[in-house]
């Protein structure tokens, strides 16, 4: 009885982390297909100055800066 339990939770464990990282994919595909649709320069307004970017550079750097973010955001202290 212990076998069955133990290897559904584990199934389960495999079935979400295989689901996350599908998402994860999907994202990152999806973010380079818009990234490599963007390739324009855009101005870019920092705290001490202006600057000109590629588009790509900025929404890449943005899905990074999100991504980091959620991680560090996301993560449980126990």
């Not at 199934?11 to 963007?38: E, G, K, M, P, Y």
């Not at 929404?59 to 973010?69: A, E, H, Q, T």
Request: aromatic share 6%; proline share 1%; no cysteine.
């Amino acid at each position: 009885m212990a076998d069955d339990t133990t290897s559904t939770h584990e199934r389960s464990i495999r079935t979400r982390q295989t689901v996350r990282i599908v998402v994860i994919a999907v994202a990152v595909a999806l973010v380079v297909a818009f990234a490599v649709d963007n390739s324009q320069d855009v101005e870019v307004g920092w705290v001490v100055g202006d600057g000109e970017l590629p588009l790509w550079l900025v929404i890449v750097g943005s899905f990074l800066v999100g991504g980091l973010v959620g991680y560090v955001g996301g993560r449980r202290h126990t």
